[in-house]
């Protein structure tokens, strides 16, 4: 059997469940489908579990990850950690499957080695029509430098902890893996024999990340940093990753526990007071749970903070609230992100963010 793992994430339930009718209709019935849904919002969430339930093959996981920034990796270890099928396919939510895929992918797994699939990506128009996989023909084919789609043995993701789980947001972590795989001594292949994959159209990553309001929970610069560290993971022949606590997530007690905890400290955007919280505080936090309010500092924009500093007078330096914000987030994912931990961000008002100590 065949575990198909499907990351999700606040997604439109229509590309879904068109997901969802190409694996109904697969000449191969012998597979099973993780949906792990990342901490949609609660509407989403409950939408996405009724379509699971309209499905026997399916199997509905939701992680309490909410106001924590996407990791495509942990929410694939919190299930490789745990699979018990000698073989595991990672798809996501825009996927359409040939038919014959699982069939095909069914005979790969006598290899014993990771093959990863090329891709049709339709274009915009093609993919808000429904219709029989053979009868698209509007996309454009991906070539062996896309390596997201991959049938992986599952022995082999556990003997390097998986996916690594530095990797946030978008970018770096499948091409990490295949790389870390054949320092290890395995097999990674490329099939292209016969396209068995669409790809639904959406607005790329970047463009989002560009368009972003403070309020997202993303990470600027998120992109060249992920990049970077899979440099160093081919510099460095990188092959075991997640020393410890890999695949875990937050569960529903810990989740409640910070969402109900009260605001510890308050302090403003002025630098000095943000570089003590992140510098000085954390680090020697090791019990309790602490929680901080980030806010604009409202002499900042008065009259007397402007005449000071047009004067040449020593006023306080600020960041910007986008600032704190890269600045939390870059700190949270480095050092933080096997504890338990929430950020919320109101847009252009406040950042509050929950860590959970031993």
Known sequence: MISILIPYRNRDPERIKILFRSLEGQTHKNFKVYFIDYGS??????????????????????????????????????????????????ADVDIIFHPEFLEIANNLTKTGQTTYFQVGYLSSSESRKVK????????????????????????????????DEFYHFWGGEDTDMHIRLKNAGNEVEYYDEKLLLLHQWHKSFQKLENNESIADLQLSGILPLNHQHLKN???????????????????????????????????????????????????????????????????????????????????????????????????????????PYTIKVDNGRDIEVAIKFS
């Open 41 to 90: 919002s609660k509407i989403n969430s409950e939408i996405v579990k009724e379509l699971c339930l309209d499905y026997s093959f399916v199997h509905y996981q939701y992680h309490y990850t909410r106001h924590q920034p996407w990791n495509k990796s942990r929410t694939l270890n919190s299930v490789i950690r745990y699979l018990d099928t000698e073989y595991c396919f990672v």
């Open 132 to 163: 029989a996989f053979s009868e698209y023909s509007d996309y454009r084919s991906s070539t062996n430098e896309a390596t997201g789609l991959s049938l992986f043995p599952v022995a082999q993701l556990k003997d390097l902890n998986g996916f």
């Open 233 to 339: 993971a081919i510099s460095n022949k990188a092959t075991k990753v997640n020393i410890s606590g890999w695949g875990e997530i937050m569960g529903r007690e810990d989740f409640q526990l910070l969402e109900n905890s009260e605001v510890s400290m308050e302090i403003t955007n002025e630098k000095r007071q943000v570089e003590d919280v992140l510098y000085g505080m954390l680090p020697v936090k090791n019990e309790g749970i602490i929680k901080i309010s980030f806010k604009p500092d409202l002499f900042e924009n008065s009259k007397k903070y402007k005449v000071k500093r047009m004067l040449g007078k020593k006023v306080p330096e600020y960041y910007t609230l986008r600032e704190v914000k890269d600045m939390i987030l870059l700190h949270l994912i480095s050092f933080y992100r096997n504890v």
